[in-house]
């Protein structure tokens, strides 16, 4: 009867340090999926922080170019150029993060010729401003888009 009940405490044991076996890899693939969801959630602010410091880079493009073109003042045509030469880099860390995403990058495109487009339509009201002053930029019935 002794060695019957030390049979059933080894058994007990084997089990216990079995299931704490058990408990442990799954604990541990538990960590390592939270550690790589972690790593994705990081990974989306990134995307989400460039994509807002673009979006940013570009209102501050129109404005001081709006700026210049209302006043004249080169303080808003020097931070023009500034944020405008900023624009490409903000563009190429966007892709680079998002290297991963075949239909993010699919969309690169398009976006590079609507920013283009824009910043070339600005490029000419500042040289008409430049060669003719406000008046040159608008003049009544005329369309500016």
Do not use: C
Request: proline share 2%; aromatic share 6%; hydrophobic share 45%.
């Amino acid at each position: 009867m002794v060695a019957n009940v030390g049979g059933r405490i080894a058994l007990a044991f084997g089990v216990a340090i079995l299931l704490l076996i058990v408990n442990g890899a799954v604990s541990y693939q538990s960590v390592q999926t939270l550690i790589a969801n972690n790593q994705l959630v990081n990974h989306t602010e990134g995307v989400l922080d460039r994509r807002q410091e673009l979006r940013t880079m570009l209102v501050q493009v129109e404005w001081d170019a709006r700026g210049y073109m209302l006043t004249g003042d080169a303080v808003y045509l020097d931070s023009y150029r500034s944020s405008r030469d900023q624009i490409p880099l903000k563009i190429r860390a966007l892709k680079e993060l998002t290297a991963d995403n075949l239909s993010h990058q699919q969309k690169f495109p398009e976006l590079e010729r609507a920013v283009a487009f824009r910043i070339e339509l600005l490029e000419e009201y500042i040289r008409r401003r430049d060669a003719g002053g406000i008046n040159a930029i608008v003049q009544p019935g005329q369309n500016l888009e």
